[in-house]
């Protein structure tokens, strides 16, 4: 099982990025994948999570409005398209996987991919 994300990196202020969370090792649509974030200091927060049907997703509200989740099942993949970067977007996000849905344990984790918003 392997959840592997990338696209991070170093952006300025009002710039976007888009992260990539690739699957494998298991039946990607039959689970939930989320999104979580842990700035410097910060407790881990959950930033999104895609239902494993595809018909509903959840955003924080730090990031509703700027933030859009999707998800290509043909290629075992999620998105998270970040627009309007703020410097409090920058942590080290992080993909996972949930057999039992959004609102329960996630199973599988990425290693992380660091996201940096300049001033």
């Known amino acids: 099982v392997q959840l592997v994300e990338s696209g991070g990196g170093l952006v300025q202020a009002g710039g976007s990025l888009r992260l990539s969370c690739a699957a494998s090792?298991?039946?990607?649509?039959?689970?939930?994948i989320g999104w979580f974030r842990q700035g410097p200091g910060k407790e881990r927060e959950t930033i999104s999570c895609?239902?494993?049907?595809?018909?509903?997703?959840y955003y924080a509200e730090s990031v509703k409005g700027r933030f859009t989740s999707s998800s290509d099942n043909a290629k075992n993949t999620v998105y998270l398209q970040m627009n309007s970067l703020k410097p409090e977007d920058t942590a080290v996000y992080y993909c996972a996987a949930g057999i039992l849905g959004c609102r329960y344990e996630f199973d599988y984790w990425g290693q992380g991919t660091q996201v940096t918003v300049s001033s």
């Open positions: 895609i239902s494993s049907s595809g018909g509903s997703t």
């Open positions: 090792g298991f039946t990607f649509d039959d689970y939930a």
